[in-house]
């Protein structure tokens, strides 16, 4: 269950953010122009990080590979209904946008044991038609990289409607959506 964000640790979030986001060595020039983005919103928008902040504000993201390293785990979004990484909003309890990308894996995918690697591995801007009545919100989404124990068991939340291991080369989705991710997984 989510908790609101508050101010409780905003500050602490934000500051991290900043710090994450500026020490980030983009590997291409979109995420860098993303990074410059995301690192105007933050200076200029104390509540950057809140899902209250309209039209845009940051989230946090978990790619999760497999022990292998061949396979992403991937969740049917009951909401969108489509497949996506392990994201959300931050909440009042995160303290790091890393933080906050591991909790939603851990909350998402049941999965305890995940090896967070602690560096942004892409950004990725996107409408969310149905996060806001108004519309027009804007996900300034920071994805972290996991990878899982070799005999991880995934658990359904209630903010899915299916889990599924994927292999690298058969990722579900518009033809080319995750080319972007799937070079920077073959530069690691």
Same mark, same amino acid.
């Given at each position: 269950?989510?908790?609101?964000?508050?101010?409780?640790?905003?500050?602490?979030?934000?500051?991290?953010?900043?710090?994450?986001?500026?020490?980030?060595?983009?590997?291409?020039?979109?995420?860098?122009?993303? #990074?410059?983005? @995301?690192? %105007? !919103? =933050?200076? &200029?928008?104390?509540?950057? *990080? /809140? #899902?209250?902040? @309209?039209? %845009? !504000? =940051?989230? &946090?993201?978990?790619?999760? *590979? /497999?022990?292998?390293?061949?396979?992403?785990? =991937?969740?049917?979004?009951?909401?969108?209904?489509?497949?996506?990484?392990?994201?959300?909003?931050?909440?009042?309890?995160?303290?790091?946008?890393?933080?906050?990308?591991?909790?939603?894996?851990?909350?998402?995918?049941?999965?305890?044991?995940?090896?967070?690697?602690?560096?942004?591995?892409?950004?990725?801007?996107?409408?969310?038609?149905?996060?806001?009545?108004?519309?027009?919100?804007?996900?300034?989404?920071?994805?972290?990289?996991?990878?899982?124990?070799?005999?991880?068991?995934?658990?359904?939340?209630?903010?899915?409607?299916?889990?599924?291991?994927?292999?690298?080369?058969?990722?579900?989705?518009?033809?080319?959506?995750?080319?972007?991710?799937?070079?920077?997984?073959?530069?690691?």
């Amino acid at each position: 269950m989510s908790t609101p964000y508050s101010s409780l640790h905003a500050d602490a979030l934000h500051a991290d953010a900043l710090r994450t986001l500026r020490g980030w060595s983009p590997p291409n020039a979109r995420q860098a122009a993303l #990074r410059d983005r @995301y690192v %105007d !919103h =933050l200076a &200029a928008t104390p509540s950057a *990080l /809140s #899902r209250e902040c @309209y039209p %845009d !504000h =940051l989230t &946090a993201s978990t790619l999760v *590979l /497999s022990a292998d390293r061949t396979q992403v785990l =991937l969740t049917l979004h009951a909401k969108a209904g489509a497949w996506f990484q392990f994201g959300g909003h931050c909440e009042a309890t995160d303290r790091t946008l890393a933080g906050a990308a591991l909790r939603e894996a851990t909350e998402e995918s049941g999965l305890t044991d995940l090896r967070l690697r602690p560096e942004p591995l892409r950004l990725d801007e996107h409408v969310v038609p149905f996060c806001d009545p108004r519309g027009g919100v804007h996900h300034l989404d920071v994805w972290f990289l996991a990878v899982a124990p070799a005999d991880a068991d995934a658990v359904l939340s209630e903010e899915s409607l299916e889990l599924r291991w994927w292999p690298l080369d058969e990722l579900p989705g518009e033809p080319g959506s995750w080319d972007e991710t799937r070079a920077i997984l073959a530069c690691l």
